[in-house]
């Protein structure tokens, strides 16, 4: 007879605001939980705007005693962002904590911090990778998106001293510390709405072909280079029309990116504005969005050739297969790679607007290419659902448990571990008395010790010479 696996009472902290119009990160919080839910009980907390309600799960704001409260409630604690850099109860916690670093911020941060001066940009680089390394040296779990971010993090917790003996006994795989657990998109199909853009939006016709850009206007992406492809293209395919689904972020925290406004000069530029590109100045709401997915012929993502797209995981692009809508990507990051390996649409070279506008004609004016799309998608689109996307967090959730390096058996005394700090005063001392007391003789250690001193006073000389 199967033992069913204890209910845990699992707490997911946020900061992201929790509204009918989300975005990726809080978008990916809701449906944690609700998988989780399935099992356990759930508490999904935001410090920010919460107006959303689920049967199946506890959807709250909390403010800093709510949070301390949840924190003492909670058997596991998983976490993502800032949350935990801002809240020291979850810092210092001491249940079993599972991070989410499906978002490499500081990667990120290179491209949306450069228009704040180089001394604020690097101080936002820097920010952004403490934020993680903290995560990094606390977590007992770790989660992320693709294949490739796995083996980039790895990289992080091994410099980090997180992939030890200790770590590799338990899992020489060490999918124990860390799992790939993508984005995904609902188990049931997308159910037509009402018109959302053939006949509602001033310039987009019954007859027009619509190319969807989901989501928003990132500095790390290229929007410029789709825009100036539609130029081209409107001379062979007058009936082209491209919609950005939305440009005012629904999370405060995240400010305006100038490359918003530089896509919207650009196509009021070309003239563009009103009657090939068309901007939502708001943010269509999560529910809302499968409207906009049916209605388009071809969905698009188009960003720059930088360090970001290597590790990126474009989570709109999912819902281009959610409703079964060809894709136009630029290649580089990892979901160009399976749109290729499984013909779900087209790849092209960043920045290369020749091709971009290439690539959009031909699946735009060919019906049965379209259709070879749709059926391919079809056959992989079921890999990508939430519930199959969620199992290795499930499966965690089913037997937690702290990471054994972080934890003090008393066969180890392990501590939790700190950042390494290689030729500090302090690890120089302890070299050196390590050495004095491995010597012999009462008078061999005295003038060892007579050394140290004498090297410690030169050295502080110095370095008062250098000041």
């Known amino acids: 007879m199967t033992t069913q696996p204890a209910a845990r009472r699992v707490l997911i902290a946020v900061v992201d605001p929790l509204t009918p119009k989300m975005a990726g990160p809080a978008i990916r919080a809701w449906h944690m939980a609700a998988a989780l839910a399935a099992e356990h009980q759930v508490v999904l907390a935001t410090t920010g705007e919460c107006s959303l309600e689920d049967e199946r799960f506890r959807a709250c704001h909390v403010d800093e005693h709510g949070l301390r409260q949840l924190e003492q409630w909670c058997e596991v604690l998983v976490v993502r962002g800032f949350i935990m850099q801002r809240h020291r109860a979850l810092a210092t916690s001491s249940k079993v904590v599972i991070v989410d670093v499906y978002d490499p911020m500081h990667l990120e941060q290179l491209e949306q911090g450069r228009d704040a001066g180089e001394r604020q940009h690097l101080a936002s680089v820097r920010a952004a990778a403490a934020v993680l390394n903290q995560q990094l040296l606390r977590g007992d779990f770790f989660v992320c998106a693709s294949p490739k971010q796995r083996d980039f993090w790895l990289g992080a917790l091994a410099a980090l001293g997180r992939v030890n003996p200790l770590t590799y006994a338990q899992d020489k795989t060490m999918r124990s510390l ?12 997308p159910g037509p709405g009402q018109p959302v853009l053939r006949g509602v939006v001033p310039g987009i016709g019954a007859d027009d072909k619509v190319v969807l850009w989901g989501g928003g206007i990132y500095n790390w992406l290229d929007p410029l280079t789709l825009v100036r492809a539609i130029d081209r293209l409107r001379h062979r395919l007058p009936e082209v029309r491209l919609y950005f689904m939305g440009l005012a972020h629904p999370t405060p925290d995240v400010p305006r990116m100038t490359m918003v406004d530089r896509t ?24 809302e969005r499968q409207a906009y997915l049916l209605e388009a012929d071809v969905g698009v993502s188009t960003h720059l050739d930088h ?114 700090t290689p030729d500090t005063r302090r690890s120089r001392l302890r070299s050196q008395l390590q050495q004095l007391l491995g010597r012999g003789g009462l008078g061999r250690a005295f003038l060892l010790l007579e050394r140290v001193l004498t090297r410690w006073r030169r050295q502080a000389i110095e370095r008062g010479a250098r000041l």
């Open 178 to 189: 860390i799992d790939v657990v993508p984005s995904g998109f609902p188990d049931v199909p």
């Open 307 to 420: 360090v970001e797209t290597a590790f990126s995981f474009r989570t709109r692009l999912l819902d281009c297969l959610w409703a079964s809508l060809p894709m136009v990507a630029t290649s580089g990051d990892g979901f160009s790679e399976i749109i290729d390996a499984d013909n779900l649409g087209l790849t092209v070279p960043p920045g290369d607007v020749e091709a971009l506008d290439q690539a959009l004609f031909r699946l735009l004016d060919d019906e049965d290419l379209r259709a070879a799309c749709r059926k391919n998608i079809s056959q992989v689109a079921p890999a990508f659902t939430w519930s199959s996307a969620m199992e290795p967090l499930l499966g965690f959730c089913r037997a937690p448990r702290r990471a054994p390096d972080l934890v003090a058996p008393e066969v180890h005394g392990r501590v939790p571990l700190r950042p390494p």
């Open 264 to 287: 919207i000069e650009l196509s009021d530029g070309l003239g563009l504005t009103g009657s090939h590109v068309f901007f939502n100045q708001g943010w269509v709401s999560y529910e």
